[in-house]
């Protein structure tokens, strides 16, 4: 059973910065891509940055130059480092890990973390 545990929200001025982490109970396989989402009160939940275990990453436009995914496989943890935040980007933040089978792929989602940027 994976498990994954997100840490490092918190309340920010904006342009201000913070990091993200989130703590897999497995190692990641070869098979894997990570991410960061992130659902802000009354919208849908959407795909902030991924990484696959190759180290490919992907950004959404809004998060381009300010966000940065990285991780220890070391520690089997993920992390967000979030720079010039804005208000826009209060949000519940969700560290999600999809593993891909054969023709099908399992999704895994931490408890999420709370961040609130004021203005």
């Known amino acids: 059973q994976v498990q994954l545990v997100e840490s490092g929200g918190g309340l920010v001025q904006t342009g201000g910065s913070l990091r993200l982490s989130c703590a897999a109970s497995?190692?990641?396989?070869?098979?894997?891509?990570m991410g960061w989402y992130r659902q802000a009160p009354g919208k849908q939940r959407e795909l902030v940055t991924s990484?696959?275990?190759?180290?490919?990453?992907n950004y959404a436009d809004s998060v381009k130059g300010r966000f940065t995914i990285s991780r220890d496989n070391s520690k089997n943890t993920l992390y967000l480092q979030m720079n010039s935040l804005k208000p826009e980007d209060t949000a519940v933040y969700y560290c999600n890990l999809r593993r891909h089978h054969a023709v099908e792929y399992s999704d895994y989602w931490g408890q999420g973390t709370q961040v609130t940027v004021s203005s």
């Open positions: 990484i696959t275990s190759a180290g490919t990453t």
């Open positions: 497995v190692p990641m396989l070869s098979v894997d891509i």
